[in-house]
């Protein structure tokens, strides 16, 4: 059965199960799959065999998991795109995709030439007008046809339309199905923290309903209150928690962040980040009753391709974390700057061979040829990816370094700036941290870390400052030792729940 049928024979065995919850409202799978068949019977009458990818524009409205569907049901791939997007960057994706259609679920007042932009009324008017109208299951999606398109940024300040394929998010689901320890016929609450535009929500989003479970929103206003997002907790009966470790660093800065808060949770999974050791840590010691599980994996190879589950053992005694074992129809290899595969326990790039592998990025055939190749494996040709990570393998598990982008030269010192976050991670009353390149003149200046504590030893900041310098010299030598250490309450995060490397850039200016 396939991941879309699956979906559809939730209108017979689960009509009445909460799918999505988002602020006060919710929709049953019922409401979600006629909404969903109405919209897709829409879309054919529009388009007919034309399979041009359709944008998605919105939040965390029940009508964007309509959208969704409706469109993978009428055969066309979808392309998400959060309310957050600025005007230049929802515009370089219109012109990119060529689409010929926008759902404006969040209502941008934008115009956009040859386009057919369906404002969030005439959507309620198309659901109404085509209610229990049934899409003929002969232009639904196959295996090999793109079921989505999420754009990312690009080196050019261009995003890039990064391709999944049914298949690669089938094989997605089958795998983290299994290492998520989801049981068959249980439901479940996903917490949906990252915006539908950012791929780890596709690990909630489709765990959550291809499993017959309730997916339960966070809006950014409560992410930016925490006493509105802890009273949602409170009644929300959170059984996976899918985010980033920022996120999760955000919430523990509170001490009622604990199992009693979320008293029916069972697994934290984490992607996007560097799971720190002191975020593990903490996070076992208040949550007793659940696992921690890393992973990793780009969009690119959708979603994530490693997984571990850490324990109290791994996350005291193995610094930093690895990422986990690569799913079975995926393989790792670690590359030199020529391309030639190295040994175990050696640092290189990080190259994803397998079925999670994206079939390209959308219109762009010159970065699909520099990204992506073909290898064979045991006789069967299968799609490589560059990932521009840096990591190496260790006893079957493998480490991610940082990007290999995030180097820099400093005084004729080549630094990897997460190599130094890493360390002052390791530093007992550092919660969180970042460290940026000072600019001036076109040229590095020196290094600035800018941290969050989860105590304070000193009450004077220049006093806490050189106790970090002097910590961090235990670790990494003295040219890698940031000249400036800044303290603050909390780091800039962006929509998306990481770290906003950029905002803190221009604080530095």
Known sequence: MSLIEKINSYEIDKREQIAHIYKNSSITYGELIEKSDAMAAYIIDQFGDDKTPIVVYGHKEHEMLICFLACVKAGHAYIPIDTSFPYERVRDIVESSQTKMIFNIGEFDYNFLGVNVKSYN???????????????EKYALEEEDTYYIIYTSGSTGKPKGVQITLSCLESFINWATKISSLRDGANYVFMNQAPFSFDLSVMDLYLSLSSGSTLFSIDKSMVLNLKLLFESFSSSDINIWVSTPSFAEMCLGDSSFNEELLPKLEAFLFCGETLANSCAQRLLKR???????????????????TSIEINEEIANKIVPLPVGIVKKDCRVIIIDENGNELPEGEKGEIIIIGDSVSIGYYNNKERTEKSFSKK??????????????????????????????????????????????????????????VVVPVIKENRIQHLTAVVTLNRSPWDKEFKMAMQIKNELKKFIPDYMIPRKINIVESLPMTINGKVNRKALLEEMK
């Open 376 to 433: 064979v494996i045991n006789g069967v040709e299968k799609r490589c990816y560059r990932t521009g990570d840096e990591g190496y393998i260790k006893q079957g598990l493998l480490y991610y370094c940082g990007r290999i982008d995030f180097q820099i030269k400093l005084n004729g010192y080549r630094i990897e700036l997460e190599d130094i976050e890493n360390n002052l991670r390791n530093i007992e009353f550092i919660n969180n941290c």
């Open 287 to 305: 949550f007793s009753n659940s696992k921690v599980i890393n992973m990793y994996g780009p969009t690119e190879a959708t979603v994530a391709v």
């Open 122 to 136: 005439e959507i309620k008017k198309i659901l109404s007008q085509y209610k229990l109208h049934k899409p003929d």
